[in-house]
């Protein structure tokens, strides 16, 4: 079946480091991949996502590739900040499944 | 206004004990879902509902069930609860056309606790 694998946690970087967050997955056929983001009592919310091989999702200064040959949608950033804060999810949704497959997610807290 | 809304919020109940989450929409949304969250293990699907007459089991369905009373509400229930359903559960809905087919638009979540 479909899964998702991602960086443990937790990380704690300094404000304005640049971060990634691993995130590789294991699935049939052609996904869309997403970046969620909890902040701190609150539900996810989508950061941003690819629906196919090579494609870049942006949002709020976050990317990630849709890399197929890797099979992987690493989360990166350049500078980070201490609103950045938060548990981060990595997950896929295959067609004709359509259910999201989640990563256990990676906490990330930002230092002043 | 939130778009997907979760009553309660917060709810301690004992074990044994019947308990109903509930959840609300106002997206328009034609599908639904239920995941608990709990630390480690990211989320994982309960339930989830296609249409007012789809209901599915997901990965994690024993001792719960589910009830689609409209394409806007869609309550979880657990008949008889017991300590390690404690977790944080939430809602989730998604419109299946559409520019934004398959993204997942998520409540505030309910944080349960069974003692």
């Known amino acids: 079946g479909d899964s998702v694998t991602q960086m443990e946690g937790p990380v704690t970087l300094s404000e304005e480091a640049c971060l990634t967050i691993?995130?590789?997955?294991?699935?049939?056929?052609?996904?869309?991949l997403f970046w969620y983001v909890q902040y701190p009592g609150e539900g996810l919310q989508l950061l941003l996502k690819?629906?196919?091989?090579?494609d870049k999702g942006s949002n709020k200064g976050f990317e990630a590739t849709y890399r197929k040959e890797t099979t992987s949608f690493h989360l990166e950033k350049g500078s980070v900040q201490v609103s950045d804060s938060a548990v981060y999810f990595c997950?896929?949704?295959?067609?004709?499944?359509?259910?999201?497959?989640f990563g256990t997610g990676t906490r990330l807290t930002i230092i002043p | 206004d939130a778009d997907v809304t979760q009553t309660p919020r917060n709810r301690i109940t004992k074990t044994g004990k019947r308990i109903m989450l509930e959840c609300s929409q106002t997206?328009?949304?034609?599908?639904m879902y239920w995941y608990r969250q709990d630390p480690g293990l990211g989320l994982r699907l309960i339930y989830y509902?296609?249409?007012?007459?789809?209901?599915n089991k997901g990965e994690i369905s024993d001792g719960y069930s589910v009830s689609r009373q409209a394409q806007a509400k869609f309550s979880l229930s657990l008949e008889s609860a017991i300590p390690n359903q404690t977790a944080l559960y939430f809602c989730?809905?998604?419109?299946?056309?559409?520019?934004?087919?398959?993204?997942?638009?998520f409540g505030p979540g309910t944080r349960l606790t069974v003692l």
């Open positions: 989730a809905t998604s419109d299946s056309s559409g520019d934004h087919y398959n993204e997942q638009f």
């Open positions: 509902s296609f249409d007012v007459k789809d209901i």
């Open positions: 997950a896929l949704v295959n067609f004709g499944n359509e259910k999201l497959t």
């Open positions: 691993n995130c590789t997955y294991t699935a049939t056929g052609y996904p869309s």
């Open positions: 997206k328009g949304h034609d599908r």
């Open positions: 690819a629906t196919k091989a090579d």
